[in-house]
């Protein structure tokens, strides 16, 4: 629709590779005129423009560039709202720093043996990670 | 404008966020805080090509059925490109030609919601607006 107005951006008629969203996030955000004015123009509600950029930002994309054009897009976002929280804040030491480790190093393989972010065992690598992070936090409030 | 947003965020998105320690609702706030047509359209040097744009506008769902697209886009070209590219080509400054955008913008949203009411009623379609219904 708009995007026929702008001949530079080029209609996608199928998003790739939808990962289920599981965590549910009820949270109050302030919404500016311009992001109002845009989902009006395009009857995208404010849910859907929001949870598209979240189902698309992966622990992948991060360290390898996939060339996918929608996972592309919202990493190109999540890497620029990065890059200034650095800048401001400077590096964090991550909070289970240890438990990301393996992981990362896990994902470092997939990667370099080109198998993408859509594959099985990355998946499962995600799943396992969340649900160790999630005992270790268990245990801290025990 | 606050509003309550209601998304499910994958373990892919919480894992990110906890390595690189951001909160989550921070991340989506900046979201939101960039998508700005009124600046795209005006070349705004934080997104002079568009990059932040893409996502909402070329693979984010709308709710519009297939069938009104055509009748919604030949009201877009004769009420916001015409009149966005006489301001487009008056050479203001960017500041300037962002706020009469915006206007422009912001004028055109009560008659796309007024003609999409129109044509759910006249088709008799079942789908929602935003700013009507969501």
């Not at chain 1, 289970?96 to 480790?101: E, G």
Request: proline share 4%.
């Amino acid at each position: 629709m708009v995007c026929q107005l702008k001949p530079d951006f080029i209609m996608q008629e199928n998003r790739i590779n939808i990962p289920q969203g599981i965590i549910p996030l009820s949270i109050k955000l302030n919404l500016t005129e311009d992001f109002v004015n845009i989902c009006q123009l395009m009857n995208i509600s404010f849910d859907e423009a929001l949870q598209t950029y979240a189902d698309h930002i992966k622990v992948y994309n991060q360290l390898f560039n996939e060339h996918k054009g929608v996972d592309a897009q919202a990493m190109h976002i999540f890497k620029k709202f990065q890059k200034s929280c650095i800048s401001k804040q400077g590096l964090k030491v991550a909070v289970y720093s240890q438990l990301h480790v393996n992981p990362i190093k896990e994902i470092l393989k997939l990667g370099r043996a080109k198998k993408g972010s859509e594959c099985a065992e990355y998946e499962s690598i995600i799943k396992q990670w969340y649900h160790t992070i999630m005992k270790a936090k268990d245990g801290d409030s025990n | 404008m606050e509003t309550q947003i209601n998304i499910k965020i994958s373990y892919d998105f919480e894992l990110i966020c906890m390595v690189f320690s951001l909160n989550t609702v921070d991340v989506l706030q900046d979201y939101v805080n960039r998508i700005s047509l009124p600046k795209h359209l005006s070349n705004h040097p934080d997104d002079p090509s568009g990059e932040d744009l893409e996502l909402i506008l070329c693979s984010t769902k709308t709710q519009d059925p297939k069938v009104i697209d055509k009748k919604i886009v030949k009201f877009l070209k004769k009420e916001f490109k015409q009149e966005s590219a006489k301001i487009l080509n008056q050479g203001l400054e960017q500041p300037e030609t962002e706020a009469l955008l915006r206007k422009v913008i912001k004028n055109c949203c009560p008659a796309i919601i007024k003609l999409r009411q129109d044509l759910r009623k006249q088709l008799a379609l079942d789908f929602k607006i935003v700013g009507d219904d969501n």
